[in-house]
C-alpha cells in the first residue's frame, strides 16, 4: 500500500479574513496562498486551508493539532496574541491544551511525554501490522 501523507487541513468559513488573521497573526503560521476565496497556510509538513464558504464545525468536527516543546509557553504565547485557550491538561502520555479558532473549529497544542523505549515499540508494532 502507497504511503500517504497529509496535505492540508481545509476548513470552510464565511469569516476567511478574521480566520486569516487568526491563523496568520495569532497562531504565527505563514500564508503561502492569499487568493480571495482561497487562503493557505504552512504548518510543518501540512498547511490549514481556509475556504470561503458556509462553515460547519459540528459538535465534534474536526480538531488541528500542533506540536509544541512546551505547551505552557505556547499557551501563553499565544494568549498574548487574543487566541482562547483553557487549562492545560495532562494524561499518562500527553499535554494538550484546546482552543478555538473565531470559525469554532478546535485547535490544540499538544506534546507528547513518551519515552524512546515507548516510541521504538509503537513503531515495531505499526511494522508487524503492516507486514
Same mark, same amino acid.
Given at each position: 500500500m ?12 464565511? $469569516? ?11 497562531? *504565527? ?5 492569499g487568493?480571495?476565496? !482561497?487562503?493557505?497556510?504552512?504548518? *510543518?509538513?501540512? $498547511?490549514? #486551508?481556509l ?16 506540536? #509544541?516543546k ?5 499557551? $501563553? ?6 487566541a482562547?485557550? *483553557?487549562?492545560? &491538561? &495532562?494524561?499518562?502520555k500527553?499535554?494538550?491544551?484546546? *482552543? ?5 473549529? !478546535? ?6 511525554? $513518551?519515552? !524512546? ?13 503492516? #507486514?
Amino acid at each position: 500500500m502507497a504511503s500517504l501523507k497529509m496535505a492540508r487541513v481545509i476548513l470552510f468559513t464565511a $469569516r476567511i479574513a478574521e480566520m486569516s488573521a487568526f491563523y496568520g497573526k495569532v497562531l *504565527g503560521l505563514r500564508c503561502v496562498t492569499g487568493e480571495k476565496m !482561497w487562503r493557505e497556510f504552512q504548518a *510543518g509538513g501540512a $498547511r490549514v #486551508a481556509l475556504h470561503s464558504g458556509p462553515a460547519s464545525p459540528g459538535r465534534k468536527g474536526p480538531k488541528i493539532v500542533f506540536f #509544541a516543546k512546551d505547551v505552557e509557553a505556547v499557551r $501563553r504565547t499565544l494568549a498574548a496574541r487574543g487566541a482562547k485557550f *483553557g487549562k492545560i &491538561q &495532562q494524561f499518562d502520555k500527553l499535554v494538550t491544551c484546546n *482552543g478555538k479558532d473565531p470559525g469554532g473549529n !478546535w485547535i490544540q497544542s499538544s506534546k507528547s511525554l $513518551r519515552s !524512546w523505549r515507548s516510541s521504538l515499540f509503537s513503531a515495531l508494532l505499526c511494522l508487524s501490522v503492516d #507486514a
